[in-house]
C-alpha cells in the first residue's frame, strides 16, 4: 500500500534553515503531484508548495523565495528546502502525493486530488 514518510523536522532559531524529506512508497510510476502541507495548533491546513512530475512547482506567497521544494534523487521523494525561517513557519508539515495521471495544470496548492498522506514532521521557529 501507498506509504509517505516525512524526515527532517526539527526546532530551529528565525533566520535558519531546514531541509525536509518524503520517501514515498507502494505505487508504480512516479506520482503527477507531489506536495507539502502545514498546519499549525488551531489554524486550518494550508499548502505550502507542490510539483509536478514534469517538475512544475508552486508556492504559497508566504513561502515564495524562501522555500524550494525539488523532487530528489529517486523524483519520488520530495524535498522542501526551507530557509529564512519566520516563527509563523512553525508548525506540523505533511507531505502527500497523488499518484494518479492527469493533464497539466492540476498540481495545485488546493487540489482535492491529494489521496495520500504522511503523519507529518514538526517544524519549530523560535
Known amino acids: 500500500h501507498v506509504q509517505l514518510v516525512e524526515s527532517g523536522g526539527g526546532s530551529v532559531q528565525a533566520g535558519g534553515s531546514l531541509t525536509l524529506s518524503c520517501d514515498t512508497s507502494?505505487?508504480?510510476?512516479?506520482?503527477?503531484?507531489l506536495g507539502w502541507f502545514r498546519q499549525a495548533s488551531g489554524t486550518e491546513r494550508e499548502g505550502v508548495a507542490v510539483?509536478?512530475?514534469?517538475?512544475?512547482?508552486r508556492y504559497s506567497d508566504s513561502v515564495r523565495g524562501r522555500f524550494t521544494i525539488s523532487h530528489g534523487d529517486s523524483k519520488d521523494t520530495p524535498h522542501l528546502v526551507m530557509n529564512s525561517l519566520k516563527p509563523e513557519d512553525t508548525g506540523m508539515y505533511v507531505c502527500?502525493?497523488?499518484?494518479?495521471?492527469?493533464?497539466?495544470?492540476?498540481?495545485?496548492?488546493?487540489?482535492?486530488?491529494?489521496?495520500?498522506w504522511g503523519q507529518g514532521t514538526q517544524v519549530t521557529v523560535s
Open positions: 502527500a502525493a497523488d499518484i494518479n495521471p492527469k493533464p497539466f495544470g492540476y498540481c495545485t496548492l488546493t487540489s482535492p486530488y491529494f489521496g495520500y
Open positions: 507502494g505505487y508504480r510510476g512516479s506520482a503527477y503531484c
Open positions: 510539483i509536478d512530475a514534469d517538475g512544475t512547482a
